[in-house]
T-cell receptor, first 108, second 113 residues
Framework: TQLLEQSPQFLSIQEGENLTVYCNSS?????LQWYRQEPGEGPVLLVT?????EVKKLKRLTFQFGDARKDSSLHITAAQPGDTGLYLC????????FGQGTTLQVKP | EAGVAQSPRYKIIEKRQSVAFWCNPI?????LYWYQQILGQGPKLLIQ????????DSQLPKDRFSAERLKGVDSTLKIQPAKLEDSAVYLC???????????FGQGTRLTVV
């Protein structure tokens, strides 16, 4: 059973489009992290959200933590080919648990 | 600041052979993680150390996998004997404490044939 469910698992879009990735759970987390991973590399932290309802922006990326601290979303505005990669959410509950990831492909 | 170092980067072995991976975390980081990542999937936690003590190894297949972190610094992960389904990338990560940012190494890609 996957503790953190990400959707969609795969996403292929054209440059300039917007997209949202969801990370859902029935469990409460003390914090939730979003990572991006490129082929042949380890995941790299993008952001950590801690407070229920928290919204953080990182250039064209907007991250939101659900009010109940059980879910999160990542929204990318005007996607670019450089955004291509595997996006992972991870919840902190005395250990770091990852979702199954969303593979994003942005075509020029 | 040096990152998390892992070796080797790639390893190909035959099934039933043994293999060992090494990880050197960022200096001063108390928490060390080993993850297994199947291609295109999220990392699955195998074992978490706090200094040289095991915090969680609930998903470690203990009949074939073992890990140690001597002196609370470097760590090794061993598989003996390997199975075809062990083919994956093995990621090591470290953090200052259990609830702070985790930094990952580049991983070791294991292929079992």
């Amino acid at each position: 059973t996957q503790l953190l469910e990400q959707s969609p698992q795969f996403l292929s879009i054209q440059e300039g489009e917007n997209l949202t990735v969801y990370c859902n759970s029935s469990s409460v987390f003390s914090s939730l992290q979003w990572y991006r991973q490129e082929p042949g590399e380890g995941p790299v932290l993008l952001v950590t959200v801690v407070t229920g309802g928290e919204v953080k922006k990182l250039k064209r990326l907007t991250f939101q933590f659900g009010d109940a601290r059980k879910d999160s979303s990542l929204h990318i505005t005007a996607a670019q080919p450089g955004d291509t990669g595997l996006y992972l959410c991870a919840g902190e509950r005395s250990k770091l648990i990852f979702g199954q990831g969303t593979t994003l492909q942005v075509k020029p | 600041e040096a990152g998390v170092a892992q070796s080797p980067r790639y390893k190909i072995i035959e099934k039933r052979q043994s293999v060992a991976f090494w990880c050197n975390p960022i200096s001063g980081h108390a928490t060390l993680y080993w993850y297994q990542q199947i291609l295109g999937q999220g990392p699955k936690l195998l074992i978490q150390f706090q200094n040289n003590g095991v915090v969680d190894d609930s998903q470690l297949p203990k009949d074939r996998f073992s890990a140690e972190r001597l002196k609370g610094v470097d760590s090794t992960l061993k598989i003996q004997p390997a199975k075809l389904e062990d083919s994956a990338v093995y990621l090591c990560a470290s953090s200052l404490f259990w609830n702070t940012e985790a930094f990952f190494g580049q991983g070791t890609r294991l292929t079992v044939v």
